[in-house]
Structures are given as C-alpha cells and as structure tokens.
C-alpha cells in the first residue's frame, strides 16, 4: 500500500471516530455544535410562545381590555347615579292635609330620599317651633351635634353683645360694622376678628369666652373650637339643630342678653342675604325671614325666624334645618342640598299658613 493511500485512510478512520465520540451519550460538546444546538433550542421556544399567544375561541386576548357596554341614557334632570342636576325643581309630593306636621315632614324626607334628592349619607336634622303657642311641631333628630359652619356666628355675636352690656367691649362703629359683615355676609375675617376681641387678642381665650357663656345660657351641643381657616373649611366647631331653635326663641322673646341688645341681633339678622329658609314664595307673601346659613363641604344648614304675621291665622316660627354627610360628597352636593331646603321650607310654610300645626 503506498504512503498516499495510507494517510487517506489514517484521515478517514479519524473522522469517523470524532463523529461517534461527538454524539455518544455524556459526551462534550465543541463550543461551536453547543452554539448551534442553543440556537436550534431557542427557535424552539420562541415558536412555542407564538403558539401560546395565538387566540383561542370565545376568550380575549390578554393585554386587552374589553368593549365597555354603552351607558344607559341619562334623564332629564339627573347626573352620576341618578342624582338630580344641581337646581333642578323638585316636583311636590301630594300629601294628606289631615296628617300632623310631624308626619307631613317626615313623608316629605322620604320622598326626597326616593327620588333621589337626599343621598344614602345624608343625615337630616330639623326643629319647626311654633312662636305664638310656644310650642315644638316637629323635631327630628334635634339634638344630634352637627357640624356648625357659619352656624357659629350668631353665638359669636351674642357673645360680643353680652360683653358691650357688661361694658367689656365698647361697642364702637368697627365692631358693629364687623357683626354686620360676619352675618350678613357670611364675613369668616371679621368672625375671627371678632372672637380675638373677645379673648383681648388671644383667640383661645375667645373660645373660652363663648363656651362659658353658652353653657350658663343651656346650649349643650355648642362649642367653638377654631378659628374659621382660609377657604372657610372649618370642621371643629358644633352645634345642633335644638341649639339654633332655642337662640332664635329666646332672640324673639328678647330674652338674650337684654330686649335692647336682642332687638339689635334681630335686626342685624334680618339683613342676611344668603336664602334658602326665605324661599321666593315666602318673599312673594312679604314674610320676612331672620335667619342665618352654614355651608362647607359636607354640610348645609339653615337656621331662623320666619315671621307670617302678616298672613291672617299664621303664626310666627322658628325652623332650624342641617343635612350633614360625613363624607364630605363634591359634585354639587351642596347646591342639591340647597335646593332640599328650599323645598322643605316651602312646603312647611305652605302648610302653616294654611292652619296644619298639630
């Protein structure tokens, strides 16, 4: 055999060996057929992952969201969940004439709960005391200590002026232009101005000042706590429905602080331009109305004297009104509620006037 066929030979036993080695069992593998089967395995698995995100019958892709069923068309006069638009005019309920006041309010709470007016949330407190008989006609919850808002300021005041008759504060032209502005319109500046005053320009003593003068004078749910802060949202101060009927009965007995000093509250009151206790049909009749409101979030309230003298057989009332929700609701809540109280006030009045008082 010549040396050319051997090595031909040598060469071809070589190869032979190295690929049975190469794929026997437990064998290592050279960098480059490792490489290759890596790659091989990795196209595998990217198919397989394909295969995964394909779609299967009846079900949806993940990573996308569903198709959202069309809201139902809204009626006219409501928003969100069925709430009505803020001012919207509430249809009244038609009502036995027959039945007590107590329960004519009562039915017209509910009524208002129904359609929508009053929230699950809404917590209602309301006193109608009648002035003439000196009687209470309804309470409802009156007791209950609310959030006061600028329900605070008429004690404020009561408390300046028993200071002026003590002669502790001289009651100059500012401190009764501050009155003015602090109940005529709601002033919050002049409140807290007024209660340093009263503290001699410490308003912690201020507080002091008013408490101790409304526990001696038996209002039990009041208390001052604060200052009104910026952007009137003040949520410390108290009081109660029961609380605001007995100032303005006392006030019209002339029974605070003096008839002089009461005179002088009631008339300050009487220029109150916030209305919702003085409906336009309570205008329209020529009824004045004393009284003063409280709104911040999550409540609104109006407390005073609606005086129907003028009205043949009608007597004189106090009504005292809070819907407070503790979950300080946005989205027009308050204008809603503003609107409650309108409706009941009227409703009210409309059934004094025409004699219901048992």
């Known amino acids: 055999m010549t040396l050319f066929k051997k090595k031909s030979l040598f060469s071809l036993l070589t190869a032979l060996l190295f690929l049975l080695a ?7 593998q050279s960098p480059a057929s490792a490489a290759t089967k890596s790659q091989a395995l990795s196209k595998e698995k990217a198919k397989s992952k394909k295969i995964k995100k394909r779609k299967t019958p009846g079900k949806s892709s993940p990573g996308k969201k569903k198709k959202r069923r069309a ?7 409501s928003v969100g969940k069925n709430r009505p638009v803020p001012g919207t005019p509430i249809k009244p309920l038609s009502l036995n004439a027959n039945g007590s006041l107590q329960n004519l309010v009562e039915n017209e709470i509910l009524y208002l709960r129904a359609i929508k007016h009053l929230q699950s949330g809404d917590e209602v407190s309301l006193q109608i005391y009648d002035l003439s008989e000196k009687k209470m006609l ?3 919850n009156g007791t209950i200590t609310r ?23 001289p009651e100059t032209p500012v401190l009764v ?16 101005q007024l209660i340093r005053r009263l503290g001699h320009g410490d308003p912690v003593q201020g507080f002091l000042a008013i408490n101790v ?6 209002f039990h749910q009041t208390k001052v706590k604060e200052l009104i802060p910026d952007g009137g949202r003040t949520y410390l101060n108290q009081t109660s429905a029961a609380d605001a009927t007995l100032f303005f009965s006392q006030l019209y007995e002339q029974k605070l602080v003096s008839p002089h000093f009461s005179q002088k509250m009631n008339e300050i009151l009487l220029k109150n331009v916030h209305d919702r206790i003085e409906t336009y049909q309570i205008k329209q009749d020529g009824a004045a109305v004393a009284d003063k409101t409280g709104y911040v979030r999550g409540l609104n309230a109006d407390c005073g004297i609606v005086y129907q003298k003028n009205q043949p057989g009608a007597h004189d009332y106090v009504l005292s009104v809070f819907i407070e ?26 059934n004094l006037k025409n004699g219901c008082k048992s």
Request: aromatic share 6%.
């Open 213 to 218: 003068l409304l526990r001696k004078l038996g």
């Open 325 to 350: 929700n503790k979950a300080k609701p946005g989205e027009g809540w308050g204008k809603r509620k503003s609107t409650v109280i309108r409706y009941l006030s009227d409703r009210i009045y409309q």
């Open 147 to 169: 959030n006061a808002a600028s329900l605070i300021k008429p004690f404020v005041m009561l408390t300046v002026y028993d200071q002026v008759s003590r002669q502790e504060l």
């Open 177 to 192: 232009h501050q009155m003015e502005r602090m109940i005529a319109v709601s002033d919050n500046q002049a409140t807290n």
């Open 22 to 28: 190469s794929t026997a069992p437990g064998a290592e």
């Open 138 to 140: 309804v309470d409802i």
């Open 71 to 77: 809201a139902a068309p809204k009626t006219p006069g």
